[in-house]
């Protein structure tokens, strides 16, 4: 009890103690503190630029329990779900950033080679939080065999993570087209008035 107290409750980020890249370690722990009494709640996501609609989302997922274990895909992960460019941030450093957030307790590393919902088919929690336009009512019917409670969500945020890519992407590409179109606008009048000058 004493090293669980220190490893996840311990003062500071504790990193090293408080990510889990093994199913098999977390499993362990996870019985620990079903054995004192812990309420378990256990959200996924990507968490790539991490902004006010993540920690919000955190602050409730974290109201519903004792311990919040979130699950975080990995690079492999989020490439094969969000395409070639994603995630913007690594793995290592989003995890980290969880590690830093309040509510956050437990981060677990989820692989893309990874059996469907093996994470919450191996901790089975007490709550499920998830966002409502994570998963399909079928997908939901299925998960409650799994987990004492499911909690919908609705986003936190205004704006998501990719949005806030497009916007960086798109915005310096205006710019560079108003600049490009006055550089061959000036490009013309010089060539204009160059020819103007010959005759």
């Known amino acids: 009890m004493a090293r669980i107290i220190h490893d996840i409750f311990g003062p500071g980020s504790n990193i090293k103690r408080r990510i889990f890249l093994d199913y098999n370690q977390l499993a362990e722990k996870i019985a620990s503190c079903k054995q004192l009494g812990l309420k378990i709640v256990l ?16 602050e409730m997922a974290k109201q519903h329990g ?10 492999n992960k989020v490439k094969k779900k969000k395409g070639p460019h994603r995630p913007i941030v690594n793995e290592e450093e989003r995890m980290e950033v969880l590690c830093h957030n309040r509510h956050v307790d437990i981060v677990f590393l989820k692989q893309a080679e990874d059996p469907k919902w093996h994470l ?18 079928k997908d939901l019917n299925s998960l409650r065999e799994f987990c004492g409670e499911i909690i919908l969500l ?19 590409t205006d710019e560079i087209k108003k600049r490009l179109k006055t550089v061959i606008e000036e490009v013309y009048k010089f060539l204009d008035d ?5 005759k």
């Open 66 to 75: 004792d311990l919040l274990i979130v699950g975080v895909d990995s690079d």
């Open 120 to 137: 919450v088919k191996t901790l089975r929690p007490n709550v499920l939080i998830a966002t409502k336009r994570e998963y399909k009512e």
């Open 154 to 172: 609705e986003s936190q945020a205004t704006t998501s993570t990719t949005a806030k890519v497009r916007s960086i992407l798109i915005k310096p």
């Open 194 to 198: 160059l020819t103007r000058g010959i």
């Open 43 to 58: 959200t996924s996501g990507t968490f790539d630029l991490f902004h006010i609609g993540h920690s919000r989302y955190l």
